[in-house]
């Protein structure tokens, strides 16, 4: 057993986890942040994606124990009262449908307008790649992430 | 029937595209799917075969039950030997199978031990302690090698691996072919792939001991049916089962089946006295967790020399793996569906259901649907080139026509509506046919292959459930129903508790917008409950999410219920205003007099009167505001040979679409992507264009990616998204929908089927724009995938993909 000490959303634990415990679900069946998902064990779904010291990564990919120091944000962290721009722009433009891929599209969203203000729909598009979405054909996520990045645009001026 | 007017009291929220606010838990990761459910639990997995036919030797579990951390273990033929074997639905051979190998495997992935541990990983260690001694048996993998003189056997209490074969005829079909001028015809495959939903399936069993009982959390789409098949293979009462459906994440069809799965869970969990939670890995899923079955259909069209089809032969022969609870369903769903939205007079269809050394099969987004009006489109495609038509000509002088609906097909089916040349009229528009037939030629010139697809697709709704039994004897259920309970609650708010469940469809908020406007209040005084109860909720044999009957017979149920609601609330007010009903009107949460707005009295304290002041009630009236309502589709039909509907209400759609082939690269480009879509009235368009996109990407993932792919020994080479790919948002086209409405004059709304059509249409338009851009090369398209791999070597050489 190792023990790890991690920020979560601001918060700070310390725990004993073996050293194969994937990173996942120690933030599901440890921390019970259940927000973060599991959807295909290999790094393509992308719907484990947490941000890890500011970088999105997919921790289905990680091992709990890499993550030892790291200041970690899940979905669960995105907004600290109501709701972040883009979790609104899915709502209004109908980017959800079983909202299992939605925690790890919102965050690879995310990341994308924190680097790149005002992408253009190719740049959207190749933003998600590594984000499997099996029931909205993305074109309405495309359109949210738009519609966030203009939202986001409105609040910082 | 209600009126359609008599419904509404508003018309502020229905057809609106009403934010899915209900959903909101969804963008913040609250959502409530089984594996977030927060219980004290252990963990079960399965011991799988890794043959794909073999006789099961001695099971060894003892160095597994010795690891520290293992709590049970249960083999195959320990499960096997007290449970009841799994029903068949539309098979007419005897078949004997079991939720778990007893005797035998028959797939590589067939579930042969079951363990359960104190956590995840100490239960993967123990899997890999079991051991398993198997006598490898001859293995029957493609369809040509199952119907061979002296095929191995599957199933060798079936005499034969053909477990269904039929043959239906409608109309004079010799006839038809007779006058025929010309005869198309073509042999088409289509591979094994799934909708795959990204949430796999998940279960939770626990056992009571106190009462002997047990409670299932599951992610099952058709809760109504798995009650009876769970309780029925664990030899119990019903009631002594009670299955929860929390959030699904995605279904499409494929946890349809998972049910067997819980009944092994239901034994562990009796022998643990704890709950026990299994969450099926992708590798699992893949693997084993059920496709839609890889076909050969030979279809023939005979024709007039003006294109007039006259009549239509098909024969399926259909690869259904080693399930025989869904054996033979997508056969008769082709069948179904076999004229597609046009108006011919005879066909002939034979059927067959095979089984094979291959995973299960189960009833994945558009059913056979998508094969059919694949194959049919393909072939019209084909008749209008070999007569000089252009495909698009040939496609209007065969519709249904508006003013013959309703149509009955020759097999008895009814078009209860549609607009089929409308719809296609409206995507050449869009697509800028005439334009893009004259580029194309200047294209080509330039070594740039353009080529534009049509296809016409029915889409249909509300199952029928009667249709899997027309090969034998009486349907144990028939007919297609849902319940719904509306209570007004101590507020004046409105809950709503539906049978069904929902696989990310935002049935909440269709709800809601519903009831709204039923009741002349706010979307968000309606809440409906998020997870299916079979303690509480008011299920059907039918109750589920499944066969796009949401919009038809949920939504019925729901109206039916509010109805009752809504009168009894009039009662009670014109009781306490001392007017009569006919003068009431309903305003933003509150009854008044239609004459004297000072005469009112709020939601809230009309619920005071139900609940509380019941001795000022009308007198003779029940207290209480909550209602119950079960709604049918009218017009199923018995199910017989002759004459039957397998589903009631047709929505359809048109997909034309340019695509671009790479010659050197063989890759598919996606130039233009319309689709003309009319499913009636709608709900929520926000919704409906979801649906009608995300089906589509389905198809196109059907059509350029996925493929369950086996070696010759039935071993599954695709068990991860890294082998079996996905559509990924970047590669697509943006798609332009639009909407013909031709409403439903079945459904209380005039809604019809949303959500499987651009899984049924997209398959053909996409294929025939492919063969359109290679005419040049002569390239024929009669297999799917249209891989690169494929195109090189057809443009180079076998000149048929």
Known sequence: ?????????????????EPRLLLVHYLRDKVHLTGTHVGCDTGNCGACTIFLNGKPVKSCNMLAVQ?????????????????????????????????????????????????NPKPTEDEIREAIEGNICMCTGYQQIVDAITHAADLMGQSRS | MLNFDEIFVTRNYFGKPVRRNADTRFVKGEGSYVDDLQMDCVYAGYVRSPHAHARLGKIDTSKAEALKGVLAVMTGPEVAAVTQPVGARAITRPARQHVMATGKVRYVGEPVVIVVAEDRYILEDALDLVEVEYEPLPVVVELDDAMKEGAPLIFEEAGSNVLLHDTLTHGDIEGAFRQADVVVKEQFRVQRYSSTPLETWAIIAKHDKGTDSYVVWANDQQPGRSIVNISNALGIPVNKLRLIVPDSGGGFGIKLALWPYVVSQCLVARKVNKPVKWIQTRREHLLAGTHTPDCIVDLELALKKDGKVLGLRMKDRQNDGSFVHTAGIYNLIKFANIVGCYDIKATRAEMMSIVTNKAPTVQNRGVGKPVMIFTLERLMHRAALQLGLDPAEIRLRNFVQPEQMPHTTPSGEIYESGNYPECLRKALSQVGYKELKGQQATLRKQGTYIGVGLSASIEPGTSNLGYY?????????MGNAEGAIVSMDYDGNVNVLLGSVEEGQGHQTAVSQVVADMLAITPDRVTMNSQMDSLISPFLGHSGCYANRFNDVDMGAVIMATKKVRDKVLKIAAHK????????????????????????????????????QILLLPAGMEPGLKEVAYYKNEIAKLPNKENFNVQMTHGNSLHAVVVEVDVETGMIRFRKYVIVHDCGRQINPGIVDGMAIGSTVHGIGAVLLEEFLYDENGQILTTSFVDYMKPLAVGLPRFELSHVESPCPTSLLGTKAVGEGGAIGSLAAIANAVEDALTPFGVKVTSLPITPEKVLRAIRETKVI
Request: charged share 25%; hydrophobic share 35%; proline share 3%.
């Open chain 2, 469 to 477: 039994y027309t090969s034998r004897g009486t349907p144990e259920y």
């Open chain 1, 1 to 17: 057993m190792h023990t790890i000490r991690v920020k979560i959303n601001g918060k700070d634990y310390e725990d004993e986890v």
């Open chain 2, 577 to 612: 205003l001392g007017v009569t009903e006919g003068e009431l009107r309903l305003r933003a949460g509150a009854v008044c007099s239609a004459t004297d707005e000072g005469k009112s009295v709020s939601f809230k304290d009309i619920a005071t009167l139900a609940y509380k």
């Open chain 1, 67 to 115: 993550a030892n120091g790291a200041e970690l944000t899940t979905i669960e962290g995105l907004a600290r009262d109501g709701l972040h721009p883009i979790q609104n722009a899915f709502l209004d433009k109908f980017a959800i449908q079983c909202g299992y891929c939605t925690p790890g599209m919102v965050l690879s969203a995310l990341a994308l307008l924190q680097s």
